[in-house]
């Protein structure tokens, strides 16, 4: 939906007209009048605050789809494979095991096989953690936000849905990882995490 900054620059004058009347009615004494006003500027003061929301809605849309503006389609089966496997696992055996799923997969380089993130949930924690807590992660989806396109390579930003669950609760994840892919080569060669965020506002540690 687009969005005519007219559209609000209008709004806003009515706004203000409409102030200027309501202190002209306050001079005269006329209370109910300017309780009626008082409604009606505070009607158009929220619609100016909902255009000005949907206006920053299609702009961060337009910015989203310029960086975008790439051909993924070669990188896109590797991602969706790749962050299946990392962002799936529901007990402490099939989180400790998806190194060897990824790297059977072939989707990735030597170099982020060994990076680190694929270590045991008691190297990272000291115990069984998916088995203590009952902890389970269902993939849902992967967007990758291309901003370079340089040497055979994509770089840039995957945003990945998932569904974290335990005994107690279940929340909608949205983890951000930085990656690189070959496209000679049909593999990622660089991930890394950036941070997590639940659904609700709290951040996730992965």
Known sequence: MQINKDTIWKATTVLMLLGTIGTGLWKGSQQQALTTVNNTVQSANEHVQQLETKLNEVTEKEQIEYTNDHVTQSADKVID???KEVRTYDDSASYN???ERVAKAGVVSDKVLNNGMFKTDKEETGESYIDNTGMSVTYNNAQFYVN???????SGRVLVNSTLRNTEYEHE???VYDVTYDKELGQLVNVKYVYGLLKGGDTEND
Do not use: C, I
Not at 148 to 154: A, I, M, P, R
């Open 81 to 83: 494979t790749f962050f």
């Open 97 to 99: 095991t998806r190194k």
């Open 148 to 154: 370079t396109d340089k040497d055979g390579k994509l």
């Open 173 to 175: 994840s949205t983890a």
